[in-house]
Every structure is written in structure tokens, then in C-alpha cells.
């Protein structure tokens, strides 16, 4: 059983920043890909950031430019820097992760809060 577990979530006053945290643990796996996806009440879930194997990102128009996603491969953990926060970035973050280059995601996180104030 694969775990994926987020932290880094909380309140921040608009331009402000946070760093969300995802560790991976459980039966060994190596993942071909790790992602962000977020959540707001009422909408539904949308794609955030990405990162590689290889080290390529890959970034939604929306966060582009104000978020920054990176990792460790040895560790199964990425990082999402959040920086230029703006209120339409409240929602609830999940981290994800594919053995696959292609298709879905295997595995979800339970996910992490980030509300940003006005």
C-alpha cells in the first residue's frame, strides 16, 4: 500500500507565501510522475503542477510564474512553493502520484487546506 501524506497548508493574508510538502511512503514504488491538484468548495478538482522522474514540470496557466514544484526522487516527496498567494488560491491541495508517463493518477493524498485571506 502506497501513502501519500501533505503538510505546509494553512492561512496566509493575500501575497503572501506557503510550501506544501508530500512524503510517499509504503510497499516501494517509484513513481514516473507527482503532482498538485486543488480543490474549492463548490468546483471541481483541478490540475495544479507536475513533476517528472526526469525532472520536467509542467505548470497550469493559473499558478504559472507564482508557484514553484520540486523534488526528491530518492525520498518520494515533492514540494510545491506558493508564493504571490491571491485569494482564488483558497481550496484544499492533494498531491498525487502515476507509475506511468501517460493517463491517470494511482495514488491521492488526503489532502491540505490553504485558505489565503483578502
Known amino acids: 500500500q502506497v501513502q501519500l501524506v501533505e503538510s505546509g497548508g494553512g492561512l496566509v493574508q493575500a501575497g503572501g507565501s506557503l510550501r506544501l510538502s508530500c512524503a510517499g511512503s509504503?510497499?516501494?514504488?517509484?513513481?514516473?510522475?507527482m503532482g498538485w491538484f486543488r480543490q474549492a468548495p463548490g468546483k471541481e478538482r483541478e490540475f495544479v503542477s507536475a513533476?517528472?522522474?526526469?525532472?520536467?514540470?509542467t505548470y497550469s496557466n493559473s499558478v504559472k510564474g507564482r508557484f514553484t514544484i520540486s523534488g526528491d526522487g530518492a525520498k518520494n516527496t515533492i514540494y510545491l512553493q506558493m508564493d504571490s498567494l491571491k485569494p482564488e488560491d483558497t481550496a484544499v491541495y492533494y498531491c498525487?502520484?502515476?507509475?506511468?508517463?501517460?493517463?491517470?493518477?494511482?495514488?491521492w493524498g488526503q489532502g491540505t487546506q490553504v485558505t489565503v485571506s483578502s
Open positions: 498525487a502520484a502515476a507509475v506511468s508517463l501517460t493517463g491517470g493518477y494511482d495514488y
Open positions: 509504503g510497499r516501494t514504488f517509484s513513481a514516473a510522475r
Open positions: 513533476i517528472r522522474r526526469s525532472g520536467g514540470t
